[in-house]
C-alpha cells in the first residue's frame, strides 16, 4: 500500500471512529437519562390546606471563597425557597474570602427579610497549622460544629435552587429512607469558554455517572454531586464528616463512597428542573477546575485520563478537522477519490451528529444551540486538559483551586 492509499484509508477509519463514536455516544445518554430516576414533584396540595410542614429540621450549609460573584443569586435562591421542614436555617461559611463575598451575603440576607437564626454568617478562620486541608472541607468541617438539626444540605456557592427543591428533596429522602441524597443539576454557561467546553463534559459526565450502579444497594459503586448533598445528620456524623477527609481533593466521591460502605442509603438523582450549576466565569477559572478534577475524576488512572482526552479530540475535533482534510486529499489525489470522498461524507456526518447532541440537549435539558459549532475547538481543549491534569496531579506543580495548592 503506497503512501496516498494509505492517507486515504486513514482518514477513512478515523472519520468512521468519530461518527460511530457519537452515535454511541447519544444512543448511550439517551439510554441513561431514560432510566434515570429523578427527582420527584411535590404532591398536589388537599383541597382542605396546604400539607403540614415535616417535623425535623435542616441546615443549609454553604461554603464560599471569593464567591462575591455568586453568593448574592445563591442565598437568594436559598432564603426565598419554600420552607422544607418546620425548623430551618442557612448557614453561610466565609472560607477566608479576600473579596466582598461576606459584605454581599449580609445584603442579600437582609434584602430577602432573613436575620438570625434563619440566616447565620460564620467566618471559618485560619487552617490549623501542620494539616493539609483542601477544597472546601475546612469550611464545611467548621460549619458542622454549629450543626444540631436532624437534616444537613452541603451546598457550593453557583448554584440556584427553584423554589420548591428544599421541600422536594427533603420529602424525597425522608420518604425513601435516604442517609445521603445528591441531586445533579443543570450546567449553564455564561461565557465563550464554557460554551466551547461545558456541553462536551456534560454528555461525558451524563454517560459516565453510574446513576443505576450508585442507587444499588447491593453494588459498591458509589456516586454523588458536590454541588448539592443532603445528609442524615446522624450518618453524616459516623462516617467521620468532612473533617475525616481533610486531604481529599474530590471530597464529594469520597464521601459518597464511606456512606455506602457503612451500609447507609445512598439515593443519587436528576435534578435538573431543580438547580442549575454555572461552574466558571472564565477560561482561567475552567482550566484551573477541570485540570484539577480530570484525573481524579478517573480512578487516578493515568490510562484513563489520557485515553479519554484522546477520545474526545476524535468525537469532537475529529470531524471538523477530517472534513477539510479528506476535501483537500480528494482534490488532490484522484486515484484515491472515492475513498476520500467517503471521509469526507463520514466526516460531516460527524458534525451532523454533533448537532444532534447539543439539538436533543436542548430537548431535554433547555441547554440553548448556542455556539454548537465551537464543539471542535472544544473538543482540542478538553484533550488537553487530559495530559495536563495528569502533570499537575502527579507533580503538584500549577494544581491549585482559586488560586490554592492542592499539592
Known sequence: MGPANALAWALLVLAAAAALGLVILIGGLARVFTRAPRLAELPEPKPDGPAPLAAASLTVVV?????????????????????????????????????????????????????????????????????????????????????DSDWVLFVDADVRLQAATLRRAMAQARADGADLLSLAPRLSCGCLAEWMVQ???????????????????????????????????????????????????????????????????????????????????????????????????????????????????????????????????AALLPAQRLLLLAALALALAGIGLQLALRLWTRWQFQVPLTLWWLMGVGGLVVAAIGPVSVWRTLSGRGWTWKGRSLA
Open 199 to 329: 456541553p462536551i463534559m456534560a454528555s461525558l459526565l451524563g454517560l459516565g455517572f453510574p446513576i443505576e450502579a450508585a442507587n444499588d444497594p447491593a453494588s459498591p459503586v458509589a456516586f454523588a454531586a458536590g454541588p448539592f448533598m443532603l445528609f442524615r445528620r446522624s450518618a453524616y456524623t459516623a462516617i467521620g464528616g468532612h473533617r475525616a477527609l481533610a486531604a481529599e481533593v474530590v471530597e464529594d466521591l469520597a464521601l459518597a463512597r464511606r456512606i455506602k460502605a457503612a451500609g447507609h442509603r445512598l439515593e443519587y438523582l436528576l435534578g435538573l428542573d431543580a438547580l442549575e450549576l454555572r461552574m466558571y466565569a472564565d477560561f482561567a477559572a475552567l482550566w484551573e477546575g477541570w485540570t484539577k478534577n480530570w484525573l481524579l475524576g478517573l480512578d487516578g488512572s493515568v490510562a484513563k485520563a489520557l485515553g479519554a482526552a484522546a477520545v474526545v479530540l476524535l468525537l469532537f475535533s475529529g470531524p471538523w478537522l477530517l472534513t477539510p482534510a479528506a476535501a483537500i486529499a
Open 63 to 147: 461554603p464560599a471563597y471569593n464567591e462575591a460573584a455568586n453568593i448574592a443569586a445563591c442565598l437568594t435562591s436559598l432564603l426565598s425557597s419554600e420552607a422544607p421542614c418546620g425548623d430551618w436555617r442557612v448557614l453561610l461559611v466565609d472560607d477566608g474570602s479576600t473579596d466582598a463575598t461576606a459584605a454581599i451575603a449580609r445584603e442579600a440576607a437582609v434584602a430577602c427579610g432573613a436575620t438570625e437564626p434563619r440566616f447565620m454568617l460564620l467566618d471559618a478562620g485560619p487552617r490549623p497549622a501542620g494539616e493539609r486541608w483542601v477544597g472546601k472541607n475546612w469550611a464545611c468541617s467548621r460549619a458542622m460544629e454549629q450543626v
